[in-house]
């Protein structure tokens, strides 16, 4: 494992009000991998996610963006996050534009391309979640899984250094999980650089290059898929994967 | 006789269109101001703001319009009755439509703030590509009630000499002692300018709205 470092948190904080939300959480993120990081709700995973692009501060800490620390006074937060691509639980798009201006505002917007190079890369970008045809769509006429792909495609424009997905699936209906997470199967074997919180396990089997179980605000162990789910070293996450793999009729022992 | 009676009052008509046409942009400017800060300003500026509101609307139109009229008419700013009387009129206006459109910014929901910043837009980007967009149009139908009332609320400017629809009703029904006549020619001007006003943006509100149904 000699690829780089692409985002380093270091002993991040998150406390609201008395609620500690994270507690000294550390995590090495290299360039192409894949971490899937699961947990019980409530453990602060999303609100990790929202910390590591900024869109929560962090109580304290460091984040590092390839070496440079991003938690530093000064630092330019919408170039940190025009670098980490992020895909939210309820798609959050924009929703009085149709799908290709959704990934064209970026483009036009933040990177300042000429609107026929933007509308070109937004189309690639359509393509690349196989939604071309769809371009000329508003939200409200889209699919929640069609929406979904949307938002990752707009997310992929700003050429992220990584990407992080929030739940990207929860919201969905089962029908319509697959597509999504194909999408996400595909960047990852791009060697995409990708974060992602879910409850699915079977993307997290296949899928992951590690696996982080997070639980009560803090990591309780960490491994490659295969190690975690059939050796886990703490009967906490025995206990969760029992559970989950129970709860989607996976009656294979943990 | 009649014609001479009517041709009267409809001049008046102008000086009501043109109070209305100062008065709505005016406050719609100082509404969206302020209902941007009180949305996305700090605790003190929204809270500023708040009580802006409040003061205005917790007051009689002609009672604030008095005042304001004797503020910006006075010996520091000295404006005619008609632009003093418009700018007032829009400045009550404001706190209404600061209200409209506090509701429709916080009705379009911090979602898509969130979903903005994350693609790296700054929040200003944001405010005006992604979150002004939608708001505008959920406050279209609001907004069409307070175009209405302002235009009404017009008349309020009579009490400053301002030569509009009811004052020269007034000056009719006084000289020729026919106030049913006078009045009522008033009242239907009124009526068809409310009217094609809610009509006009009906049809905006139609021409904006976004599609939902599968194409």
């Not at chain 1, 990790?48 to 330019?76: D, H, K, M, W, Y």
Request: positive net charge; proline residues 4%.
């Amino acid at each position: 494992m000699a690829s780089s470092l692409i985002l380093q948190a270091k002993n991040l904080t998150k406390i609201y009000g008395e609620n500690v939300i994270f507690r000294d959480i550390s995590l090495d993120v290299r360039k192409g991998e894949t971490i899937v990081i699961i947990g019980p709700s409530g453990t602060g995973k999303s609100t990790l996610l929202r910390c590591l692009n900024l869109l929560t501060r962090v109580n304290s800490g460091q984040i590092f963006l390839e070496g440079r620390e991003i938690t530093a006074p000064g630092t330019n937060e919408d170039q940190v996050r025009e670098q980490i691509g992020m895909v939210f639980q309820n798609f959050l798009l924009f929703n009085h534009l149709t799908a290709l201006e959704n990934v064209m505002l970026g483009l036009t917007k933040v990177k300042k391309l000429p609107k026929e190079q933007a509308r070109q890369k937004a189309m690639q970008e359509l393509s690349r979640v196989g939604l071309a045809d769809r371009a000329g769509h508003y939200p409200a006429q889209l699919s929640g899984g069609q929406q979904q792909r949307v938002a990752i495609a707009r997310a992929l424009a700003m050429d992220p250094k990584v990407m992080l997905f929030d739940e990207p699936t929860s919201a969905l209906d089962p029908e319509l999980i697959g597509e999504v997470l194909g999408v996400m199967a595909q960047l990852a074997r791009d060697n995409m650089t990708m974060l992602v919180v879910t409850h699915e396990m079977g993307f997290a089997r296949e899928v992951a290059d590690r696996i982080v179980f997070m639980e009560k605000g803090s990591i309780v162990e960490q491994g490659a898929p295969d190690d975690l789910f059939e050796r886990p070293q703490h009967a906490r996450t025995r206990e969760f994967l029992w559970k989950i793999t129970e709860l989607y009729g996976k009656k294979e022992k943990p | 006789m009649l014609s001479n009676f009517l041709s009267y009052i409809v001049q008046g008509t102008g000086v009501t269109i043109a109070v209305t046409l100062i008065a709505l942009p005016f406050g719609l400017l100082i509404g969206l101001l302020l209902a941007l800060l009180y949305n996305y300003g700090n605790r003190w500026v929204a809270r500023s703001a708040g009580i802006y509101s409040l003061l205005m609307r917790g007051v009689p139109p002609i009672v604030l319009l008095f005042i304001l009229y004797f503020i910006l008419s006075g010996r520091l700013i000295n404006l005619s009755p008609f632009w003093a009387g418009s700018l007032s009129l829009g400045l009550v206006s404001s706190a209404y439509q600061m209200e409209i459109l506090r509701g429709a910014l916080a009705a379009v929901g911090a979602g898509q703030m969130t979903a903005a910043r994350a693609i790296g837009l700054t929040r200003l980007q944001a405010i005006r590509y992604v979150i002004l967009p939608q708001a505008i149009r959920l406050a279209i139908p609001p907004w069409s009630n307070e175009a209405s009332i302002v235009l009404k609320d017009s008349s309020l400017v009579y009490a400053l000499g301002v030569p509009e629809i009811l004052r020269r009703a007034q000056q009719l029904s006084a000289t020729t002692g026919q106030p049913f006549l006078a009045f009522g020619a008033a009242a239907l001007i009124y009526f068809c300018l409310v009217f094609l006003t809610n009509r006009a943006l009906d049809y905006l509100a139609e021409k904006t709205k976004l599609p939902t149904q599968p194409v």
